[in-house]
C-alpha cells in the first residue's frame, strides 16, 4: 500500500474546501494510504479540520513561522522532504498549488500531472489539454512519487468522518531561504459565497459595458445567493477585479446553477463552465457560441432583461 | 539588470480550432497555424519594456525543438529581443526536461531574469517555470501581473485566486507571466526584414549536456464529452419559472 500526499491549502485558520476535493480525488487511487500535510504557522485548527476529512488516514503537521505564508520557495523543500517512500503527493490545482507542486516535483526528479480529472489506476490519469478541446491519458513511468494537481471541478467535496484521524506533528531539516518574502495579500474577497466552491455563480461579460453596470451582475448575485464571475473581456476591460475570471486561465468551476449575462462565449471560457450542472445564458445575439452550451438561453437586450430578473427573484 | 531570458514556445495559435487525429494519436498541426504562446508574448514584452526602461542590456529568446521553431524565434527577434538561442530536440521534451535545458542554458549566459508564459496554450502543464526555479535553486514568482526591479531585487505582484499577492525576489529569479501583465506590441514590416540580420544560434541538447528521459507517456486524445444545447425560453419570466421547476432557485 502506497502512502499518498495531500497537501492542504489554508489561511492557518481554515482549511480550504478544495483540500476536500483532493483528498476526495486521492481516495480513487488505488491502495492508497491518504495523509494530508499540513504546512502554516499556527495551523493546528487547519490540522484538525483535515483529520475529520473521510478516507484520511493522518494528518502530518509542520508549523513553523517560516510557513506563514505560502510561499513555494519555502513550503516546497519542506514537502519534498516529507514525500520521501511517498506513492504519491497530490495538491488542488488553484494558483496555490499549481504554483508549489511542480517546484515539489523538480526538488523530488520527477514529473507532474497537471489538473487530474479522472484516476485510472494507481499510475494512470486523465486530464485536458489544448484548453479542455481534447482529454488525454498520461501514464506516469517515473519510478519515484507521482506528483499531481487536482483538478478541482472534477470532484465533489469528501464528506466528514464520524472520528478523526490522528494528527503528528512533524519538523524539517530543510532551510528556508531567505530570497523569496511575502509582502502582502489583496484580497477583497466580502461576504459573498466563493466562486470556487458556490453552489450558484453569476458571471458577467463585456457586454455590461462598464464597472457601474457590473454592479447589475452582483444584484442578481445576491438574490440569489450566488457568487460573481466573469469573463476575461470584463476582466481586462476593468469592469471586475482578476479573481473573479472564470476560464482557461482563470477559475474552472463547476457549480450547480451558472448565469452567463452578455458572455459570447469563447472557447477559453467554456472551459471553465462545462462541467457546470446547468448554465443559463443571456445574450443579445442568438448565434452567440454560449448557447450551444447553455440548458436555458434567453435572447435580448440585458439591460431589459436583468431589471424584470431582479423583480422576478425578489418575489420569492 | 544585465540580462534578461526569455523563453518563448511553438504552439498552435490561439484563435486556430483544435482538431483531433482520428487515431487519437495526438491533434492535427499540418497546415495549422502556429504562433508564439500567447503568455510567452507577454512575458517577451515585459522583458523588452524592462530593457527600454534602461533596467536591462540584452533580452536573450531561447526556444527548443525542431527547425520550426526558428520562425518564432525570428518573430521574437521581430519584437525587439536582441538574439536568439534555438535548442535542437526533434522530440517533445516534457516539463522538468525543458527545465533543464533552460537550467543550462541559463548558466551559460548568466541572466538576471528568467521570464517564463506561467504556462503553453497546447499541453496546459503550467509547471516549467517553477520547476527551473527549483532546479536553479533560486526563487519563484509565478502568474505575475505587475513587475518591478529595483538593483538586484524584484518586487512582483501576483494573479492569486483570493486577488492580488505581492511579493519581492531576490535577483537572479524566475517570473511566470499572467494574462494582464501587458499588451504586447505587433510586429512592423522593417523590424521583420531587420531580424533576419540579428544573431540566431543553434545548439545541441548534447552541447547542453541534458539527455532527455521519458517519464510520462500520453495517449488517447479524445474529445470531451460535449453538453446538449437546452431550449431558448421566451423571457425573464419564462426562465425563472423554467428554474423554480427544476428546483435549481
Known sequence: MGRLLVIAEHDNRRLSGVTAKCVQCASTVPDAEIHVVVVGSGAAAVADEAARLTGVAGVTLVDAPAFANPLAAALA??????????????????????????????????????????VEAER????????????????????????????IASYTAAPLADAAAPVTTATVAAATPGHTRFIALSAPGGDRPDLQSAARVVSGGRALGS??????????????????????????????????????????????????IGISGAIQHL????????????NKDADAPIFEVADYGLVGDLFTILPELKTLLAKA | MNRILVGVKRVIDYNVRVRLKPDATGVVTDGVKMSLNPFDEIALEEALRLREKGLASEVVAVSIGPADVQTQLRTALAMGADRAIHVQADEALEPLDVARVLLAVAQRETPDLVLLGKQAIDA??????????????????????????????????????????????DLPAVVTTDLRLNEPRYVKLPDI???????????????????????????????PPTRQKGVIVKDAAALVDALRNKGLI
Open chain 1, 211 to 260: 464597472a457601474e453596470n457590473f454592479r447589475m451582475i452582483q444584484e442578481i448575485a445576491d438574490a440569489l445567493g450566488a457568487a460573481v464571475g466573469a469573463s476575461r473581456a470584463a476582466v481586462d476591460a476593468g469592469y471586475a477585479p482578476n479573481e473573479l475570471q472564470v476560464g482557461q486561465t482563470g477559475k474552472i468551476i463547476a457549480p450547480e446553477l451558472y448565469i452567463a
Open chain 1, 271 to 282: 472551459t471553465g463552465i462545462k462541467d457546470a450542472r446547468t448554465i443559463v445564458a443571456i
Open chain 1, 77 to 118: 523543500p519542506a514537502v519534498a522532504e516529507l514525500a520521501a517512500g511517498a506513492s504519491h503527493v497530490f495538491g488542488p490545482s488553484t494558483t496555490f498549488g499549481r504554483d508549489l507542486m511542480p517546484r515539489i516535483a523538480a526538488l523530488l526528479d520527477v514529473g507532474q500531472v497537471s489538473d487530474i480529472m479522472a
Open chain 2, 124 to 169: 496546459d502543464n503550467g509547471q516549467t517555470g517553477q520547476m527551473l526555479a527549483a532546479l536553479w535553486q533560486r526563487p519563484q514568482a509565478t502568474f505575475a501581473s505587475k513587475i518591478e526591479v529595483e538593483g538586484t531585487v524584484a518586487r512582483v505582484v501576483r494573479e492569486v485566486d483570493a486577488g492580488l499577492e505581492t511579493i519581492e525576489v
Open chain 2, 193 to 223: 526584414m531587420k531580424a533576419k540580420k540579428k544573431p540566431l544560434a543553434t545548439q545541441t541538447l548534447a552541447e547542453l549536456g541534458v539527455a532527455p528521459k521519458r517519464r510520462q507517456t500520453v495517449s488517447q486524445y479524445v474529445a
Open chain 1, 124 to 151: 494512470r490519469f486523465r486530464r485536458p489539454v489544448y484548453a479542455g478541446n481534447a482529454i488525454v491519458t498520461v501514464t506516469v513511468d517515473d519510478a519515484g512519487p507521482v506528483v499531481g494537481t487536482v483538478r
